[in-house]
């Protein structure tokens, strides 16, 4: 055994190590990548590692290593589970045989996403045991287990651990490094894995048969777990559980739900033992509709009372307003302490010498008023920019594209997806556009890697997630597959060819594609590529501004003039748009 | 009880390696610690924290008005995170303020360094140069540990054991830098 100062996803990616998975596979998404990068560099255990296309894709992949016999996890960011829902609700009929643990990280307050959904929902649609941990040990602990727990029940695992899991770090302690390897054997059963309608039927039968001695089970390895010590009790799951242990007064009894789904029988003995009980869960208040489903005499509190917010993430002052609000003495009060108001915000920006903002500069100097549907990525702060009108989901720029296109909206539309994107789920829309006759522009930001997340490599890098040389996928090739016939690809670093290309495009019909192709700026900077850097000569600046609108974090302005730093990265893009000139190539003049 | 850290600064400058540090250095004196950081899109050039927890056993969040210390690596966020300090709090900051782009696109106004320095003057605070003395030291990227150096008479955790950690967790090639900017800091924030 050995402690450990771990972020929890390296904790996480041990545990899986420990756990003898022997392969791995998963879609970036924040708070769940570092997993799978984490896997795919270590080297204290031989597993196989990919990053897949999307999330059903890696679900399926996942799920085929299973039936073959070994121990596959597959990860993804909440909403990567609408992705992979299909396979999802059909895996439970099916079952597994080698363990197989889906780790779907929620992400309270949307830190980095584009709703704050809870997975525990699609645990309950699935019929599926979900394991939810309350501090970066348990989420070792539980995704270690979560292998042998499949095994046992014949199911897919989910666990669910949330930002404040994935990305807090804690002293934990570690188990020895599993040695036990399985090669794959696919065993052919019709019965089992052919999901005709009469199969079906009859493992829908079993699988609804299974639910009482997974809840038994659960309550048996101490997931969900109770001290009795009053006449009033807390409820609490995840890292709300230790919020409240923070604040939460003696004599009060202590109830963790660490595990769906979870037993009736037992929650309403518990329950029923109590006068009163707050219930305090993150997200949707699942467990609460399980408590209020029990509790006959006693009096329930929790968010659909109002006693604590339906959104957002939870703090210890959060959680002490509550026990407050409901009648418990906390054992700290948290005053207010609000924040000085009126300090310039500090958002993210996009990189000096980033890629997306020349093509956003390039695309809005053309179509001064049209439509920009959008999506996710780096490019989605294009929206400071004014070049994102739209993003709602992965995808989704190309379809909500087509659809405003073919709406009878007048103007243009030109959406903008990432190279990632579009191969996790852009293609089909781009079919669907040129099969039905739509009228857009679809500028595809190639910068050669999955940038947001922690730049994983992607079918257009060259490499495979460990390191494997992977001929770049052609995505001109792709496009004209597609039966697009305007296919250009540009660097965006040649601003006045990258304005033409767009001119001619808006002079054409049906579906035309941009590709717009530079590696990412610090996927660049770490392969050795150095450009020389920008500047500005002081007696030609006029003082126009126009450079400052273009927003890159390398130009300033003081006394009423523009000044480039060290931040520069050399794209000579500001050059090309300072109208007097001024903007030159270090020691070039 | 815990001793509660809130490091701030800017994507970029290094407020997890600062952190990694501090983590490290509690296991080192064999004690428990609970942090969170800012990871994903927010890294990029936008406003970070992390939270250090030392001796922390639940979970990683530091409450506005309970830090015992903040450490900021740049001037502007000392003042947007100063509410996180309870009252006798410590503050150890960078002098210098990178700009926000926002301010130049969206033409806001930002208070000079001095007016800045003067909003915080209530507080218990030392200011420290921090670019100064990591160019000093050998190289810019070590202002983080120079401004845990500075912060280091505040930490309950031996100046040793802190050296040691920066040892572990900075890249081997630039140990020697790091624990000369450690110390620069250090001799710095014992002169406030």
Redesign the interface.
Known sequence: MA???LLGNEAIAHACLEGNADFACGYPG??SS?VIDILRAQQERQLYVEWSTNEKVAFENALGASWSGIRALCTMKHVGMNVASDPLMTSAYTGVTGGFVILCADDPFA??SQNEQDSRWYAHASQVPCLDPSSVQEAHDMIRDAFSLSEEFGLPVIVRPTT?IC?????VELGPIGTEHRIGEFRRDPKQYVMVPAHARVLHTKLNEKQEGIKKRLVELGYNRYEIRGETAIIANG?AA??V??VMPEGVSFMTIGAYPIDGEWLAGFVGRHRKVLVVEELDPVVEEAVRQVATATEVHGKMNGYLPREGEF???VVAAALQASGFTPTRI???????PG?????????AGCMHRATFYAMRKVFRDAVFPSDIG?YT?GL?LGAVDTTICMGASITVGSGIAQSGEQRDVVCSIGDSTFLHSGIHGLINAVYNGADMIVVILDNRTTA??GHQPNPTTGVTATGEPSGPISLDAICRACGVSFVETVDPYDLPLLIETFRQARERNGVRVIISKQPCVITARRAGIRRKPYAVDPDRCTGCGIC??F???A???TDDHAAITDLCAGCGVCADICPAGAIAREGRR | MTFDILIVGVGGQGTILASNVLGEACLLEGRTVRSAETHGMAQRGGSVESHVRIDGRHGPLIVPGTADLLIAFDLLEALRYRHFLQPGGKLVTNRRIIVPTSVYTQKIDIPDEETVLAALGDLAITAIDAAALAAEAGSPLSQNIVMLGAASHHIPLSPDSLAAAVQRCVPPKTVEVNQKAFGLGRDAGRRH
């Not at chain 1, 990305?167 to 002293?171: A, E, F, Q």
């Not at chain 1, 948290?334 to 000085?340: D, G, Q, T």
């Not at chain 1, 300090?343 to 990189?351: D, E, K």
């Open positions: 402690t450990r100062y924040t708070p570092e830190h980095s404040r990305h807090s770090k804690s002293d890292v230790a919020y242990q923070e703090t210890p002052a948290f005053p207010e302490s609000p924040p000085v300090i310039p915000p500090r958002p993210p920006i996009l990189c780096c702060l400071q947001m997340t400052r609108a927003g890159c974090p130009i300033v302005f």
